[in-house]
């Protein structure tokens, strides 16, 4: 039996949770903790319902801890994009993966990669040639073993 399991709409809170954790450790050093509680209320019922649909563009898996009942150590969460074709991918479907997190106790475990495969799994079953992400120094080891490569990007963002 596998650790990993499709994240659900009780692991809402958890799974906000450990997106901050990965949020804080993106951006240690920056004052994240007094923001955090005002976007998790607000976040909570939008994540509840994308997390409440089984066939929807959106999935999170992630890895009970057995010690704490209702608590999470690790996610990953993915989403399924539409973009125009091109040559090496007609159909326009890209994944995006973000929000890869463990908590500070249990890593080392391979919960990480566990998650990603998963996930990777989950885009191959719909069709996805192309699976992107955003990758700190610390995890480009785990996604490189995993197939990943580093690619010139020039993304740009506009915020509002």
């Not at 326009?92 to 998963?118: I, K, L, N």
Request: with cysteine; charged share 25%.
């Amino acid at each position: 039996m596998s650790l990993v399991r499709r994240a659900t709409v009780d692991d809402a809170p958890e799974v906000l949770r450990l997106r901050q954790v990965m949020i804080d450790s993106v951006f240690a050093g920056a004052d994240t903790a007094a923001a955090a509680t005002q976007w998790h209320s607000a976040s909570l019922p939008t994540l509840r319902a994308r997390l409440a649909e089984p066939d929807g563009d959106f999935v999170a898996f992630v890895v009970d801890r057995p010690e704490r009942p209702g608590a999470l150590a690790a996610l990953v969460a993915g989403t399924l994009e539409y973009r125009i074709g091109r040559a090496d991918n007609p159909h326009g479907r890209v994944g995006h993966v973000f929000s890869v997190a463990t908590d500070p106790d249990a890593r080392r475990r391979g919960y990480a990669r566990a998650c990603m495969e998963e996930l990777l799994q989950w885009f191959r079953e719909r069709g996805v040639p192309h699976v992107d992400l955003n990758a700190s120094a610390q995890a480009e080891p785990l996604y490189t073993s995993l197939g990943f490569t580093r690619k010139p990007d020039p993304s740009m963002r506009l915020t509002f």
